[in-house]
């Protein structure tokens, strides 16, 4: 059950309105990476959750993630209301102004509107997880560009405090994932095929004009890689030479 305190998580005060930036704001508010996205996802993960305790952690943070549309919304509110009467500040978000009175409306920066598309749910703890970790991350970036670009002191405040809090989200679900106790890169039940799951294919080869180096680091070598040279090369030569067999992603199906 869901219960409204009228009173904002964090305080918010906008010093000079700047409504070009509370357009910006409504990233956070109706875009991909945006708390409505953060809030409902969290939550029909945890609605959809077998295990009790991490679905009271989803829920937490699917509640907060509320609280924090409640903040984002409220700040676009106080940043695009000269829009209300005045007309050079409607110019900078025509959509927002006109259609909406110059409120929060659940859009994106560009005013495409808000879909469910945004979210992420699996019903695979583990998988859902990682999503959110990497939500996470990018609602962090986000929050952290909107800062480069506010001159207020005081909204400045509000975003470091909720930048802050998806760091924070960011550890509680990386702690339950880590504590799910899975083996590393293993996910669901079926195995992947051994030998085949340890091949690096280095699908882009030359230098120059014609692509770059071939970079190795832990990503394509030691960690019990193999290191296979151009499938798709090795089938043309395994053509051109007869029946000889390339060493080729065909080769192990
Ligand atoms: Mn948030
Ligand atoms: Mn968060």
Same mark, same amino acid.
């Given at each position: 059950?869901?219960?409204?305190?009228?009173?904002?998580?964090?305080?918010?005060?906008?010093?000079?309105?700047?409504?070009?930036?509370?357009?910006?704001?409504?990233?956070?508010?109706?875009?991909?990476?945006?708390?409505?996205?953060?809030?409902?996802?969290?939550?029909?993960?945890?609605?959809?959750?077998?295990?009790?305790?991490?679905?009271?952690?989803?829920?937490?943070?699917?509640?907060?993630?509320?609280?924090?549309?409640?903040?984002?919304?409220?700040?676009?509110?106080?940043?695009?209301?000269?829009?209300?009467?005045?007309?050079?500040?409607?110019?900078?978000?025509?959509?927002?102004?006109?259609?909406?009175?110059?409120?929060?409306?659940?859009?994106?920066?560009?005013?495409?509107?808000?879909?469910?598309?945004?979210?992420? +749910?699996?019903?695979?703890?583990?998988?859902?997880?990682?999503?959110?970790?990497?939500?996470?991350?990018?609602?962090?970036?986000?929050?952290?560009?909107?800062?480069?670009?506010?001159?207020?002191?005081?909204?400045?405040?509000?975003?470091?405090?909720?930048?802050?809090?998806? +760091?924070?989200?960011?550890?509680?679900?990386? %702690?339950?994932?880590?504590?799910?106790?899975?083996?590393? %890169?293993?996910?669901?039940?079926?195995?992947?095929?051994?030998?085949?799951?340890?091949?690096?294919?280095?699908?882009?080869?030359?230098?120059?004009?014609?692509?770059?180096?071939?970079?190795?680091?832990?990503?394509?070598?030691?960690?019990?890689?193999? %290191?296979?040279?151009?499938?798709?090369?090795?089938?043309?030569?395994?053509?051109?030479?007869?029946?000889?067999?390339?060493?080729?992603?065909?080769?192990?199906?």
């Amino acid at each position: 059950m869901y219960h409204h305190v009228k009173r904002l998580m964090y305080t918010v005060n906008v010093g000079t309105p700047e409504p070009r930036f509370g357009n910006m704001l409504l990233e956070q508010f109706g875009g991909a990476n945006g708390e409505l996205a953060a809030a409902l996802q969290y939550s029909i993960q945890g609605l959809n959750c077998d295990d009790p305790d991490r679905q009271d952690l989803l829920m937490d943070i699917g509640t907060e993630e509320l609280s924090h549309l409640e903040i984002v919304g409220t700040l676009a509110r106080m940043h695009l209301k000269p829009m209300k009467k005045s007309a050079t500040a409607a110019e900078s978000d025509p959509l927002v102004a006109i259609a909406g009175g110059g409120g929060a409306t659940l859009c994106n920066s560009m005013g495409t509107p808000w879909t469910a598309d945004y979210l992420k +749910i699996t019903g695979e703890l583990d998988v859902d997880l990682r999503s959110n970790i990497a939500a996470e991350a990018r609602a962090k970036i986000v929050y952290e560009r909107l800062i480069n670009f506010c001159d207020d002191p005081g909204t400045k405040d509000a975003l470091q405090f909720l930048m802050t809090r998806e +760091i924070a989200h960011m550890k509680s679900f990386a %702690f339950a994932l880590d504590s799910l106790g899975k083996k590393p %890169f293993s996910i669901g039940q079926i195995p992947p095929t051994p030998e085949l799951v340890d091949q690096y294919f280095n699908d882009s080869t030359g230098v120059g004009d014609h692509g770059e180096r071939d970079a190795r680091g832990p990503w394509n070598s030691g960690n019990g890689w193999e %290191f296979v040279e151009a499938p798709a090369f090795g089938e043309i030569r395994a053509g051109e030479g007869g029946r000889a067999e390339g060493k080729s992603r065909s080769a192990h199906r």
